[in-house]
């Protein structure tokens, strides 16, 4: 195996990775404006994921930068040719981020319930503009022989990229509707749960008529191998969910959008960017390819940083194992200070998009720096660990 073929490896592990993880993170935000029925609901959502957030999008700029490094071609043609959905997908991840952190810091409803929707908003946006972009990459775009993209936006968005696009957004959904399960107790856990049911089957409609179109149209014997397995994962996860064993129902969801992205990524190679007009004007793993000297270099860094990373990213999951509810959010920052002359629609607090959550027995005995400080033992009912930070 060349290098070139272990850098597209590396790239497609990236992605995948990045897809697993941000994909239920991104499946949480939609649930946040489609299954949460309250303020505090959405809180226990966004909780969820709060602490990991950001860590999961490290895997986009890792894969990003792989790309720029390994296949400079390909990088220049893929973001000159998108570069009005992914500016799209940029300003949308910015959005989102802001949203997190910016929702509770001042208690107007108003001012929360903007953020609330930007999360759900910018949530839905990237995973379809995600699912739009790589079934583009898969069919083939418009390439001049210089490798240059000679179309337009209207090119980006027949109905096969399209529906790659509604299937993200299902199966990413249904990926957050089983992690929202496994993470969460009371009545929103279990509306979660059935939830996941009912996405579980649109994505096997959807994502099933997607990947047996990507099979008809480039697939190969290892691709079809992929789609059996994101079947069987799905079918899998469907009867997890069924029989309530909610830490293999995710498991098995994360199953199907690795699956799922392993059947794109093979379809396409050895191609990265197919030519639509002139197969032999496609780039390629080859003449897409950096210097052999680069590659060894990248090679070796990635080999030393890339334990390290996971490591430190499955430590940070372990330490925020514990489900949580609407029984554990910390009272109001502001109620602290009624002075102030704080408000709250719903009685739901507020807090940040860092582990706003108080898994105290008791109330915060003081508030520091307008955020409430927890006392007490942990109070996850179904799990033991560290309590997440105030």
Sequence with gaps: MQLTDVWFLVIAVLWTGYFFLEGFDFGVGVLSGTLARDRAERRVLINTIGPVWDGNEVWLI???????????????????????????????????????EYRAKR?????????????????LAVAF?????????????????????????GDLLSPYALLGGVVAVVTFTFHGATFTALKTVGDIRTRARRAAGWLGLAAGGLGGGFLLWTQADGGNARSLAALALAGVALLA??????????????????????AGAATLFLALYPDVMPSSPAPEWSLTVDNAASAP?????????????????????????????????????????????????????????????????????????AVEGGEPREEGPAGSATARGPRVPS
Excluded: K
């Design 107 to 123: 208690p107007g409803e108003r001012w929360q319930r903007n953020w609330e929707r930007a999360v759900f908003w910018c949530s």
């Design 293 to 365: 000297y680069t590659l060894r270099i990248m090679t070796w860094c990635a080999a030393l940083a890339t334990p390290l990373v996971l490591v430190y990213q499955g430590w940070t999951y372990w330490v925020f194992r514990q489900r949580i509810g609407t029984r554990h959010l910390a009272p109001p920052a502001h109620a602290a200070h009624p002075a102030h002359g704080a408000e709250e629609a719903d009685g739901a607090g507020t807090g940040t998009g860092h582990g706003e959550t108080a898994h105290g027995r008791r109330a915060p005995a």
């Design 62 to 100: 890792a894969a990003g930068g792989a790309t720029f490094a390994a296949f400079p071609e390909w990088y220049a043609s893929l973001f000159s040719g998108f570069y009005l959905p992914l500016v799209a997908v940029l300003v949308c991840l910015i959005v989102r981020g802001l949203a997190f």
């Design 237 to 258: 996860a469907l009867a997890a969910t069924a029989r309530g064993r909610e830490g293999y129902a995710f498991a098995f969801s994360g199953l199907l959008v690795v």
């Design 129 to 153: 503009l995600w699912g739009v972009t790589f079934a583009n990459l898969v069919r083939g775009v418009p390439l001049d022989s210089a490798h240059e993209f000679t179309g337009g936006l």
